[in-house]
């Protein structure tokens, strides 16, 4: 069945220090992969997104993300963590079946980061 | 939360009663959407509308209902027919199917 995956319901940083949050999908045909960021009781904000091309995507407030076909994964990187980065992120991906497009989240992952 | 505004934020409903969300959007979209967020179950579609004068289920539109009579507006009715309503509901458009999805700030129903 297609899905994302999102292994980590919860990932702790220290400030300043790198952080990874980790998505994997199973989708038909090449994928088109998002990342959102949700602060609470708030709607989601889209951060970036790989469609094709080269395989690390710049996002908004410096986060980036690695595409590895190999892998099926689409892990959400940034190389140093502030406080303000605490939130519950979202990966996405287009699932294309016939007759029947949609978005499927995964089941997101909360990040908190120390001061 | 760009140019998509949801009203009202917190709604209180009665079992037995029928309630609109209402999602507005001005960013020209032609593609709408509505979602329920439960906790630690992610997204998940009710239904969603790609063009006006059409709109299609998607995994979960028992009990739901909508209506896509004008470009901007996405209006959601919850009926009584869904049992178990409480939640966050998520309202999103895109400039057309495959792009990147706006959202609205939620409206938080809760039945008493």
């Known amino acids: 069945a297609q899905s994302v995956a999102q292994p980590e319901d919860q990932v702790n940083v220290a400030e300043g220090n790198p952080l990874t949050v980790k998505c994997t999908y199973s989708?038909?045909?090449?994928?088109?992969l998002f990342w959102y960021v949700q602060y609470p009781n708030r709607g989601l904000q889209f951060l970036l997104k790989?469609?094709?091309?080269?395989?690390l995507v710049k996002g908004s407030y410096g986060f980036e993300a690695e595409f590895n076909k190999s892998q099926t994964s689409f892990h959400l990187k940034k190389p140093s963590a502030l406080v303000s980065d605490s939130a519950l992120y979202f990966c996405?991906?287009?699932?294309?079946?016939?007759?029947?497009?949609?978005?499927?989240f995964g089941t997101g992952t909360r990040l908190l980061v120390s001061p | 939360d760009g140019g998509i505004t949801q009203s009202p934020k917190y709604l209180f409903r009665k079992e037995g009663q029928n309630v609109t969300l209402s999602c507005e959007q001005n960013?020209?979209?032609?593609?709408m959407y509505w979602y329920r967020q439960d906790p630690g179950q992610g997204l998940r579609l009710i239904y969603y509308?790609?063009?006006?004068?059409?709109?299609q289920k998607g995994d979960i539109a028992e009990g739901y209902s909508v209506s896509r009579e004008k470009k901007e507006s996405f209006p959601l009715t919850v009926t009584s027919a869904q049992k178990n309503p409480t939640a966050f509901y998520l309202c999103?458009?895109?400039?057309?199917?495959?792009?990147?999805?706006?959202f609205g700030p939620g409206t938080r129903l809760t039945v008493l």
């Open positions: 999103a458009s895109s400039p057309r199917m495959y792009n990147e999805q706006f």
């Open positions: 989708v038909s045909g090449n994928p088109y």
């Open positions: 790989y469609i094709t091309g080269d395989n």
């Open positions: 996405a991906a287009w699932l294309m079946n016939t007759g029947f497009q949609k978005l499927v």
């Open positions: 960013l020209n979209h032609d593609a």
């Open positions: 509308s790609q063009i006006v004068n059409d709109f």
